[in-house]
């Protein structure tokens, strides 16, 4: 097999294996393999020890720098977007003069504008530059995040919200797009795994933030501490949004960024193309969006993750319940941040075990029956305090996101059109009902126990994990139709196959053919 060592060299043999002269594999240089290699295969990438230095090179800078500035965006979005509860339960109600269900309201607000731009989104990056438009997006958002410390009213509050849910909206599906468009499905889950717990590590430091604002910062040139957390978030994100410019590499089809070579860029398309990961290009075939709608992944995934999504939303309400049971306001920032501090080490470890095993099912199914316990324990609301603080903090450990769009990306992988479309729907119906339910089943005036929200989370879960079988049935028979079109015995999800001429490949040589 021939071997490129140089950049010009490795384009050309890049070009050559896309012209199908070559099909076994990206060939792109020599393969250091050792101790070192095996020990991070075993750790980190399963295929790490089978890819080329080149390949190696190109997907630590990815890491580096676009997975590493995702991150940190998607950080400050969640402080952000997190920062309206910390600022609730201290001191903001009372300023503010906020009574009844106008807390709900702000949320329903945000949740509602969010619902109306996830679809939109991934459509506009196959024609906006992502790197620019999501660095827009957060200057946007980092703007209005300050303007929420000079609020004097309720109203004012729902002004704020909004313009900072229009800013925000587009981070989320952008980025897992982004991420499905580089990486393969060996790597993909980890990243989105480390992605997302940014998430919760967000939600747990605005708890940390306004606790030590409070006793630090209250009262300082006359603002109240909670102001004080909305304009040290807004110094956080604004500077962010210019980080974003320099180092999203926006698609492998159009990326023109500093930090990769032409050789690297070309290597970069060679794996998607071996992968099956079709390129994004700027003319959108609408059709494939009908096509889309009529397809059992419309009707099964976007209404799983709604489902699912509604389950875990018991930990909204866990600053209000300790806020009623007469902890300190300290300690209503504190406990819900070890709650996502929980959620962070489980996140990771289901995205590992994901990636190296291939069985995206049984990590989904798992933490879902785990899930009975705490959301059941909330439906029940038992006397015990000790009781409720656990299944309150536990709750985020049942978080499998990250590993269910990894799983969208593969079963969405022959369009990118598809993968937008079912992307952005499933965020956009979530955020439809997260709009006007909360404001039905968890209303400020029914807490803290909350007798309707409590036990329709519970019953969602049971939904939820009977959803996962369902995909799994639905994922099985489109693998066996795909392999039927293309003359290979049918293959076990993660494992090895066997095709028709005898010989053994690993699952992305076989998805490539």
Known sequence: MAVATEPA?????????????????????????????KFVSFIWDPDYYEKSDAERRLVFKLDCFMLAS??????????????????YVSGMKEDLNITGNQYTYMGTIYNAVICAMCIPA????????????????????????????????????????????????????????????????????KRIG???????????????????????LNGLHGLAGWRWLYIICGI?????????????????????????????????????????IKPVVNKIEWSYVGRSIKAWRFWILVPWYLVYGLAVQNGAQFAVYLKAAGYSVTMRNVLPSCMYIIEIPTLLFYTYISDRYGHRFLVCLIPLIWGLIPTGILAVWPQSN???????????????????????????????????????????????????????IFLQTD????????????????????????????????????????????????????????????ETEVEAK
Request: neutral net charge; aromatic residues 18%.
């Open 447 to 506: 807490g803290p126990s909350f007798r309707k929200g409590f036990p329709t989370n519970f019953a969602f879960t049971i939904v939820s994990l009977l959803g996962v079988i369902v995909i799994y049935l639905f994922h099985r028979r489109q693998l066996r139709q795909e392999d039927a079109a293309d003359g290979k015995v049918p293959s076990l999800e993660g494992g090895p196959v066997q095709t028709y001429e005898g010989k053994e490949g690993s």
């Open 236 to 276: 956080m994100t604004v500077p962010c949004g210019f980080l974003l410019y320099f180092l999203v590499p926006d698609f492998p089809e159009n990326t023109k960024v500093w930090y990769l070579s032409q050789a690297e860029i070309e290597l970069a398309r060679e794996r998607c193309r071996i992968n099956n």
């Open 122 to 189: 991934n459509f506009i990056v196959m024609k906006v530059r992502p790197a620019w438009f999501l660095a827009a997006c957060e200057v946007g958002w980092g703007i209005f995040t300050f303007a929420q410390a000079g609020a004097r009213s309720y109203q004012a509050m729902y002004g704020f919200r909004f313009c900072v849910a229009l800013f925000e909206s587009f981070y989320y599906p952008i980025g897992f797009f982004i991420l499905g468009s580089w990486y393969t499905r060996r790597e993909i889950a």
């Open 386 to 440: 000790s009781l409720k603080v656990f299944a309150f903090i536990v709750n985020q450990s049942i978080y499998v996101t990250p590993v269910f769009y990894a799983w969208v990306s593969e079963i969405c992988r022959n369009s990118p059109e598809e993968r937008a479309f079912i992307v952005g729907a499933t965020s956009c119906l979530f955020y439809c009902f997260n709009a006007w339910l909360p404001t039905i």
């Open 9 to 37: 060299e490795l384009a050309q043999m890049s070009l050559a294996i896309a012209d199908g002269q070559e099909e076994t594999a990206i060939v792109a240089g020599p393969s250091k393999r050792g101790p070192w290699q």
């Open 70 to 87: 995702l991150t940190i965006g998607w950080w400050l979005k969640n402080i952000d977007q997190s920062n309206l509860a910390n600022a």
């Open 194 to 216: 480390l992605w997302f717990v940014a998430g919760p590590a967000g939600s747990a430091f605005s708890g940390y933030l306004q606790a030590a604002i409070y006793g630090n």
